[in-house]
């Protein structure tokens, strides 16, 4: 077992079980991708096992603080079902749903997630690289009608200088299945889909949607950065009765477009706009249009720390105009998945857009991720979606 020692005083993230040790605070010592590592402060002190990764900034990433675990095909098996317990316990259902959420499940980089019979594995880090036909065979052990399909080509790959790698690695057939989420059918690929098919984290926003938008008997929705129409089926499950949909991509809108009509509801109430959002809010500011309820829920603006103040005008941008489209008693809904924008950032930027757009509102809810995607204490970076639900005064 090869060791790990750091500088003087950087054993304090460990020592409050942050599971990250950036290259900086090493002192000594290297190995190979992914390897198991002891990690100990400057005088020798035990501090965690981890696992290193020699390309990436993020250097290690620990396994275990406690010194007597063996990093063994038992521990991840051991992991993998107890986060698959703890989602059980939960009442969440299992058939779309995320079943492992990296570092604060204590799988640092490994995300796994269930779509009715096909689970989805993406491994981000070379400790999860090296792992991965333990986890795979550990998976089958525990759910052993699944198939299995993996989607590691997220960009964090990159970062840990891993080839992109994708395809079944158990079972075989057709990419697409259907889920049902907050009672609606949806098709997902999970060959194709963003992400590992498609965003299991807003399942809550969006039933929370459908909620406002019924008790609010709101009316006209515009729903931008769609997707494959998560948003735009819960107002219309909420009784809207014109639902207007932008994304740029094609493939996603023609998704969306037979989800409305799986799900049972009149293609009459809803429509589709294949084009740029932002393009799109200025040219119906333009148009003196107005809607009820506005979602935007774009994609993460700001991928690294240096991408954020770029990322804030873009989001006060939106923002602002979305403002604009909204009557005086009209709810905005908006989001941001960048790690990087803290909550508390984010309420920033879209106070500063109200005030630009000549509005007030009030902050009727905040919504994060669901509870398949937990929040370890001591691993604030987690915490990537931030929603408001504004209403307009
Ligand atoms: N709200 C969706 C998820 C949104 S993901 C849901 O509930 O499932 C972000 C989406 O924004 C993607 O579908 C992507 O195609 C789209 N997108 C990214 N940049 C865009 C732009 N400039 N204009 C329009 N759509 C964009």
Redesign the pocket.
């Known amino acids: 077992m090869k060791t790990i020692r750091l500088h003087p005083g950087k054993e304090r993230s460990l020592l409050r079980r942050h599971p990250w040790v950036f290259a900086s605070s090493i002192a000594k010592g290297a190995a190979d991708s992914g390897e198991t590592v002891r990690v100990e402060s400057h005088d020798g002190q035990f501090l965690a096992w981890a696992t290193f990764s020699p390309a990436s900034q993020i250097r290690l990433r620990v396994w275990s603080f406690d010194a007597s675990e063996r990093i063994d095909a038992s521990f991840f098996t051991e992991q993998l079902r107890a986060a698959i317990e703890r989602r059980q316990s939960l009442g969440l259902d299992l058939s779309a749903c995320r079943l492992v959420h990296g570092e604060s499940d204590g799988l640092p980089g490994c995300i796994v997630d269930r779509y009715d019979d096909i689970v989805v594995l993406q491994a981000g880090s070379a400790g999860i690289e090296r792992w991965k036909s333990v986890i795979v065979s550990a998976l089958h052990t525990l759910m052993p009608e699944a198939r299995m399909y993996e989607r590691s080509d997220a960009v964090l790959r990159e970062r840990e200088g891993l080839p992109a790698s994708t395809g079944w690695l158990h079972g075989g057939g057709s990419t697409q299945v259907e889920i049902g989420q907050n009672g609606l059918r949806f098709k997902v690929d999970v060959a194709t889909g963003?992400k590992t098919g498609?965003?299991l984290d807003?399942r809550d926003a969006?039933a929370r949607f459908a909620d406002v938008v019924r008790a609010q008997g709101l009316q006209r929705v515009l729903?931008?950065?769609?997707?494959?129409?998560?948003?735009s089926l819960a107002a219309l499950a909420g009784g809207a009765q014109q639902v207007v949909s932008?994304?740029?991509?094609a493939p996603?809108l023609a998704l969306a477009a037979e989800h409305v009509a799986l799900n049972g509801f009149d293609p009459a109430r809803a429509s589709f706009i294949d084009?740029?959002?932002?393009a799109?809010l200025r040219r119906l500011r333009d148009e003196g249009a107005q809607f009820d309820a506005i979602?935007l829920?774009?994609?993460k603006f700001a991928a690294s720390p240096q991408q954020v103040e770029r990322a804030a005008r873009a989001y006060k941008d939106i923002n602002r105009l979305a403002f604009h489209l909204l009557p005086p008693g009209g709810w905005l809904f908006t989001f941001s998945c960048s790690g990087g924008v803290s909550a508390e950032l984010f309420q920033k930027i879209v106070a500063g857009a109200a005030l630009d757009a000549g509005a007030d509102a009030q902050i009727v809810a905040r919504t994060g991720a669901g509870l398949d995607h937990p929040l370890s204490l001591h691993f604030p970076e987690g915490e990537y979606l931030k929603g408001l639900l504004l209403r307009k005064a």
């Open positions: 963003h498609f965003y807003q969006r729903n931008c950065f769609c997707y494959t129409g998560g948003f932008v994304d740029s991509s996603a084009a740029d959002v932002n799109t979602v829920d774009p994609p």
